[in-house]
């Protein structure tokens, strides 16, 4: 048996994360859900300070939430030399958002998202890592 990857889908909007789990679990991908940032942070544990290696095998994340971002996720994984693949989703994707998630080596995806595209890009990444 294959094994799954584990995925870690970071999103405020609760009915949207609802979707997006959903749609990525028909993928026979493990996901576990966050409900902001501060919970994802949470969920990758103490590993981010110590720099240790991570539960998860990549990250979906929204970038724009009440109080931290995804964007500073991301960037803490980066600091600490993690290179899973990360997703970020935004609705509100300027060319400055864009400039930092490709700074951090993630990956920017528009809102209104397409769920197929989605799907084969978190694939995709996971396939070349």
């Known amino acids: 048996m294959t094994q799954r990857h584990r995925v870690l889908l ?19 991908l493990d996901i576990v859900e966050a409900r902001d940032a501060e919970d994802a942070l949470t969920r ?14 990549a990250m979906i994340s929204d970038v724009r939430m009440p109080g931290v971002t995804g964007l500073y996720v991301a960037a803490e994984l980066r600091r600490c030399a993690w290179n899973m693949p990360i997703v970020l989703i935004t609705a509100f994707g ?13 990956t920017m995806l528009d809102k209104p998202l397409d769920l197929d ?3 084969a890009t978190v694939e995709r990444l996971l396939a070349a890592g």
Not at 98 to 105: G, I
């Open 117 to 119: 595209h989605l799907t």
């Open 44 to 57: 990758l544990g103490e590993a981010i300070c110590q720099c240790g290696t991570s539960k998860f095998d």
């Open 10 to 28: 970071v999103e405020d909007d609760r009915d949207l994360r609802v979707l997006l789990a959903r749609h990525l679990r028909q993928s026979r």
């Open 94 to 106: 300027s060319e400055a958002t864009h400039a930092e998630a490709a700074r951090l080596d993630a």
